[in-house]
Nanobody, 123 residues
């Protein structure tokens, strides 16, 4: 129902910033809560941030709180992850995911995933 494509990853020095984008296809983007996840080699995939369908509610993992900020632009079918003060431990493949809702009813969790974009933070 929706295809997701991440972009904006790359190599950055510690203390630098990157802005990731996730472009979604279709006309139902506003029905999806959106999340960012990341996975480093040898580690489990972990939650990074999430945003509600209208953008009014956000959540960020403790490890990135105060440094990373999630936002969305429903007119552009795009969700963003602004990453500031990057640290080497932020190095990972970052994925966006879509979580369909109907009002207050969550349908099935994160069922649509992008291919990921690599973020590498050098020390």
């Amino acid at each position: 129902q929706v295809q997701l494509a991440e972009s904006g990853g790359g190599l950055v020095q510690a203390g630098g910033s990157l802005r990731l984008s996730c472009a979604a296809s279709g006309r139902t983007f506003s029905s999806y809560a959106m999340g960012w996840f990341r996975q480093a080699p040898g580690k489990e995939r972990e939650f990074v941030a999430a945003i509600s369908t209208s953008g009014g509610i956000t959540s960020h993992a403790d490890s990135v709180k105060g440094r990373f900020f999630i936002a969305r632009d429903n007119a552009k079918n795009t969700v963003y992850l602004q990453m500031n003060n990057l640290k080497p431990e932020d190095t990972a493949v970052y994925y966006c995911a879509a979580d369909p809702w109907v009002g207050v009813l969550r349908l099935s969790g994160y069922v649509y995933w992008g291919q990921g974009t690599q973020v590498t933070v050098s020390s």
